[in-house]
């Protein structure tokens, strides 16, 4: 059976059975580390980088839909907790330096930025996409507006919503009406048959520590009542599809 069919015939009854199957490196058995960002996942790929299974059903995918005209690109994968707490600090900094108040600013962060050690990219089994065949304008590469109507992006998306669950990637922060947390991403996808049991065990840690522990830019003002906003909202109010 080809790796496209056996996939699809897998996810789909995965839907249907409310799970996923973990196969290969998922066997609920993730370290501290890799699950915020500090572990070494053995990662693959060319240019960004994921976990293998991740990787191979992401290379067929992309093989098909460049046989249909659209050349998925991936502009960000793996991301370490480095890297995202690089990108949390410069934008607190950034909004605070300029006057706005430190809880005010977190809450502008978390309309699209995770805080670091709560990122799925963490987990080398999500991406972000651009259709790499197609020009666009604008200084924001990842704009909501490129993968809709007539956007630059939507025949990707177009393409993405045919195909992409045939190769376990669903959108991570759809669109669904009443969806809280992160604003809407038609980029960010999430290979299930890793992610979701990922997420299961990310579940049993606290992330009040994690980013105290780690001395995260404004821990100050995370709550109790913060956190418990942030973990049901932003980590949790997710495509259903990728709950454990």
Not at 61 to 73: F, L, N, Q, S, T
Not at 90 to 99: D, L, M, P
Not at 154 to 173: F, P, Q, R, T, V
């Amino acid at each position: 059976m080809k790796r496209r069919n056996f996939m699809k015939s897998v996810t789909l009854a995965a839907v249907a059975a409310g799970s996923f199957p973990v196969m290969a490196a998922g066997r609920g058995e993730y370290s501290y580390e890799e699950l915020i960002g500090k572990g070494t996942p053995g990662l693959f790929g060319d240019g960004i980088q994921l976990r293998l299974e991740a990787s191979r059903a992401f290379e067929e995918m992309r093989k098909a839909a460049a046989g249909e005209g659209i050349g998925i690109k991936i502009v960000s994968g793996y991301r370490t907790f480095r890297r995202q707490k690089a990108i949390w600090e410069r934008k607190y900094q950034a909004y605070t330096e300029n006057g706005m108040e430190p809880s005010k600013a977190i809450d502008r962060i978390i309309e699209y930025s995770t805080i670091p050690g709560t990122s799925r990219h963490h987990w080398a089994t999500d991406i972000d996409i651009i259709d790499e065949r197609v020009s666009f304008s604008g200084n924001d590469l990842l704009n909501t507006a490129n993968y809709e109507g007539n956007g630059a992006f939507s025949d990707l998306k177009n393409w993405m919503d045919k195909n992409a669950a045939a190769y376990g990637y669903y959108l991570a922060y759809t669109d669904r009406p009443g969806r809280r947390g992160f604003y809407y991403e038609p980029w960010h996808y999430s290979y299930a048959p890793l992610s979701v049991p990922m997420l299961r065990a990310y579940r049993e840690l606290d992330v009040k520590a994690i980013i105290t522990r780690e001395k995260v830019a404004g821990a100050l003002y995370f709550t109790d009542g913060f956190i418990d906003r942030y973990t049901e909202e932003n980590i949790l109010d997710i495509n259903p599809v990728l709950l454990p």
